[in-house]
């Protein structure tokens, strides 16, 4: 399975971003897959996730209300849409993938196997 994300740049204070993550792969099929985001010496921390047929959804306590996780399977691709950016918003965005238990959205780390190179946001005036 290959990850890949993309639609990253630098944004204003209150501006919207959608992240899109493209899965692929002969082993490819539709299951968990969450986002992640890192800053340069900080543990990479939840952001959100949704199951196979997105169905459920959960966020981060920190996120809920501004971050929006949605997928189109007929595409193989997952949405991060980021609203009212905040500068503590700027980070480098992981997608990771998981095949147990798709019917199931977790923010647990571990949980995934597969992930991609990350996009990077910078929220700046």
């Known amino acids: 399975v290959q990850l890949a994300e993309s639609g990253g740049g630098m944004v204003p204070p209150g501006g919207s971003l959608r992240l899109s993550c493209t899965a692929s792969?002969?082993?490819?099929?539709?299951?968990?897959v969450g986002w992640f985001r890192q800053t340069a010496g900080k543990e990479r921390q939840s952001v959100g996730s949704?199951?196979?047929?997105?169905?459920?959804?959960v966020y981060s306590d920190s996120v809920k209300g501004r971050f929006t996780v949605s997928r189109d399977n007929a595409e193989d691709t997952i949405y991060l849409q980021i609203d009212n950016l905040r500068p503590e918003d700027t980070a480098v965005y992981y997608c990771a993938a998981r095949h147990d238990e798709p019917w199931a959205a977790t923010l647990t780390l571990d949980a995934y196997e597969y992930w991609g190179q990350g996009t990077q946001v910078t929220v700046s005036s």
């Open positions: 949704i199951n196979w047929n997105g169905s459920k959804t």
């Open positions: 792969g002969e082993t490819y099929r539709p299951s968990t």
